[in-house]
């Protein structure tokens, strides 16, 4: 059974816009959430995480927020750019630093 | 940038043929890991370590080994590869300390068996 749900197979959004990807997981004792970008024949680039004892972590044009209560968290992207076309993945890890857990993906296109 | 490498990026080889995947890394990390993944599915865990002469089974069952004799090295092997073995293979590595880190992966290996 998947531990981490990537809902949406694909995305696609309007270059300037705001590109949200969404993941929900079921295991609570997931502690720690990361975001990668995997772009086709590429190894995943990690992109950003958070900790479970906050709801919000930015980097420059990356958000990311964290719903424990809703066990889901989401990314935001914006302004969106053509480059940021890629799949991306959410992982989950537990506590101990175990190996990281994977979503499917969604695949983000961003259209200029 | 991550300093992990893997070897060879593509690979086609027929059935029955004993294949070993390169991994190193040289940033002194503890754990290394073995994924695989198909086009529009997650990453599954296959192997890690936890340090040397240390290897685990992953989630995913699989028909390949690993060894782990030094720190920066992690190659996986397949006995004899069928086609059902076709797949990409990513290795990652990261720190031990702490929970708050993230895996660096290397480019990948894409396996063709034919």
């Known amino acids: 059974d998947q531990q981490v749900k990537q809902n949406s197979p694909s995305l696609s959004v309007q270059e300037g816009r705001i590109s949200i990807l969404n993941c929900d997981y079921t295991?609570?004792?997931?502690?720690?959430f990361l975001w990668y970008k995997k772009y086709p024949a590429e190894g995943p680039t990690f992109l950003i995480s958070i900790s479970s004892i906050k709801d919000k972590n930015e980097d420059g044009r990356f958000t990311v927020f964290l719903n424990k209560s809703a066990k889901h968290l989401s990314l935001h992207i914006v302004p969106s750019q053509p480059g940021d076309s890629a799949v991306y993945f959410c992982?989950?890890?537990?506590?101990?630093?175990?190996?990281?857990?994977f979503g499917k993906g969604t695949r983000l296109s961003v259209i200029a | 940038e991550a300093d992990i490498y893997q070897t060879p990026r593509y690979l086609v080889i027929g059935t029955g043929k004993k294949i070993t995947l390169e991994c190193s890394q040289t940033?002194?990390?503890?754990?290394m890991y073995w994924y695989q993944q198909d086009p529009g599915m997650e990453l599954h865990l296959i192997h890690y370590?936890?340090?040397?002469?240390?290897?685990e089974k992953g989630d995913l069952s699989s028909e390949s080994t690993v060894s782990r004799i030094r720190t920066e090295h992690f190659p996986l092997t397949l006995e004899s590869a069928r086609p059902s073995h076709t797949s990409q293979y990513l290795c990652?590595?990261?720190?031990?300390?702490?929970?708050?880190?993230?895996?660096?992966f290397g480019q990948g290996t894409r396996l063709t068996v034919v």
């Open positions: 295991n609570s004792m997931f502690d720690y």
């Open positions: 940033m002194g990390h503890d754990k």
């Open positions: 990652a590595s990261s720190e031990s300390a702490g929970g708050a880190t993230e895996a660096f």
């Open positions: 992982a989950a890890r537990s506590t101990g630093n175990t190996p990281l857990v």
């Open positions: 370590s936890y340090g040397v002469n240390s290897t």
